[in-house]
């Protein structure tokens, strides 16, 4: 597998290609002697129907970036775009309705709701905006997760790895644009961890979604297309399609610097 490392250039591919954008982004918390300065004039897109990992030292600014891409956060300047749409013009309102229909969300802590069944669980962002479910579309997620027979359970009836596949599919349901992926592994053993990658690959393979990962681990990065390193909120390198070695040199390169 070739690995290619490069200095990062800002996105030139018209906005129709990337499924996230983000131009001179910058968040600063706090003021004054107190500021922490988590990003500083990120520029970056996310190419759509493919796999793209988000690495980086400690406070270097990983969560940060996906937060703002996801619209979960805003910037304090800058410009962030889904698609065509720029979220950084949006009303809260209209940012809450944009993420129910084209985001999906898979966190470290599951965040599945206990009293709900895990059909229940799978089915809250299309309750939540008061859309149908396609009984096709949920078969095919719910048959390829493995989930058919664990529906009717609560998520404290289930394994980690089967709460993971229920925050997966949750997140599939409503065809997103994009897939938001915090440290989807962090909570799993390693052999779990590895099930649950192999089906963020397999929905951007088979099912053409688009996964952004926030991850510290080299091993699980690699299964992702495209590795983007940050450092002290800056942009400090692209790895293409590497391997788990090239990933943990880079990391530890930055670590040096």
């Known amino acids: ?63 940060t970036l996906m937060h703002l891409l996801a619209g979960l956060d805003t910037p304090t300047s800058g410009r962030v775009f889904l698609g065509d749409t720029e979220l950084t013009s949006l009303s809260d309102k209209q940012l809450t309705t944009l993420r129910r229909r084209s985001v999906g969300f898979v966190f470290q802590a599951f965040n599945l709701l206990p009293t709900l069944t895990a059909r229940q669980n799978i089915r809250l962002p299309l309750d939540l905006a008061g859309r149908g479910v396609d009984p096709g579309w ?25 709460q993971q596949r229920v925050a997966l599919a949750r997140a599939l349901v409503t065809r997103p644009e994009v897939i938001f992926a915090d440290e989807p592994t962090g909570a799993l053993d ?29 091993g699980a990065a690699a299964v992702a297309d495209r590795v983007l390193l940050l450092a002290d909120g800056q942009v400090a390198g692209d790895l293409v399609e590497p391997d788990a070695d090239a990933v943990l040199e880079a990391v530890r390169a930055l670590g040096r610097l």
């Open 190 to 218: 390693s052999t779990t961890g590895a099930e649950v990658l192999a089906l963020l690959r397999r929905s951007v393979d088979e099912w053409g979604q688009t996964v952004v990962m926030v991850t510290h681990d080299a």
């Open 1 to 63: 597998m070739t690995t290619h490392v490069q200095t990062h250039q800002t996105a030139t591919a018209s906005r129709a290609a990337l499924a996230a954008s983000a131009t001179d982004l910058t968040k600063t918390y706090g003021s004054g002697e107190t500021a922490v300065h988590a990003l500083d004039g990120v520029s970056v897109g996310v190419e759509a129907g493919r796999f793209t990992a988000i690495m980086g030292p400690s406070g270097s600014g990983k969560s």
């Open 138 to 162: 949920e078969r095919r997620i719910v048959d390829e997760l493995g989930l058919g027979d664990r529906l009717g359970h609560r998520p404290g009836e289930l394994s980690g790895g089967q």
